[in-house]
């Protein structure tokens, strides 16, 4: 398919090949497969946009496997109660914009899973250029975990927490695992700045645990000054 849109829930795998290369799923959709993957774009499928779309309620709502250099993106969807929300393999990967839990009762096992070996051919290299910006990933009992020596562009997402990412706290803060403060930093300070719909720009400023600076403009035009310090060598 090109397109594949409308009202009503599919159950049952949504699967993209290199046939479907160019296709969008639209908004308005709810996927949902019970003990399977709910959307799979697989290796040789370039260019595939899951745009505004609900996939919950299964193993692992989406699963990104176009290959090197092949790309996806994932934009403005909500994705909950899966047991992987969004499984990560390989291929140039764009995911911004999406809640990812969300919410008490909604959030998904792993919010975001890169694992360390291929689970369809362990011979393959699980190796994604990934880019995750501007998510709700909160609620979940890990935000993301990353088991490759990969790095990822993790930054702008909101963890359940003013603080970032940590331990489980009851109100929507989760862990994330394999990330290292510099891939997730800076991040959002509330939920209104990230999502489909953000109204807000509210992100962490300031030095880090790791002794970086971080800076945030805003959506114009910035003017940024710095001084020397002489004790702080980042």
Do not use: H, K
């Not at 745009?51 to 909500?78: M, Y």
């Not at 909604?106 to 910006?133: C, K, Q, R, W």
């Not at 807000?200 to 400023?205: H, I, Q």
Request: glycine share 16%; charged share 10%; aromatic share 6%.
């Amino acid at each position: 398919f090109r397109s594949l849109n409308g009202t009503g829930t599919i159950i049952g795998p949504v699967i993209v090949t290199s046939a479907g290369s160019g296709s969008t799923i639209d908004p308005g959709l709810t996927l949902t497969n019970p003990g399977g993957t709910a959307i799979d774009v697989q290796a040789g499928a370039n260019n595939v946009s899951i745009v505004g779309v609900t996939v919950t309620g299964s193993s692992i709502g989406i699963l990104l496997e176009p290959g090197s250099c092949n790309r996806a993106s994932v934009t403005g969807d909500t994705i909950t109660n899966n047991s992987e929300g969004l499984v990560a393999l390989n291929g140039d990967l764009t995911v911004t914009g999406n809640v990812i839990g969300g919410s008490s009762g909604a959030g998904n096992n792993y919010g975001v899973f890169i694992p360390a070996t291929n689970p369809n051919n362990s011979s393959l290299a699980v190796d994604p250029l990934l880019t995750l910006e501007g998510n709700n990933i909160s609620w979940n009992t890990t935000g993301m975990q990353n088991a490759t020596s990969m790095d990822t562009t993790s930054i702008l997402n909101w963890w359940g927490n003013v603080g970032g990412p940590g331990a489980v706290d009851g109100v929507g803060r989760n862990p994330i695992v394999g990330v290292s403060l510099d891939d997730y930093t800076p991040y959002a300070l509330d939920t209104t700045t990230v999502g489909p719909s953000p109204t807000t720009f509210n992100f962490f400023n300031g030095t880090g645990t790791d002794g970086n600076v971080y800076v945030t403009g805003t959506l114009g035009q910035d003017t940024i000054s710095a001084t020397v310090d002489a004790s702080n060598a980042n």
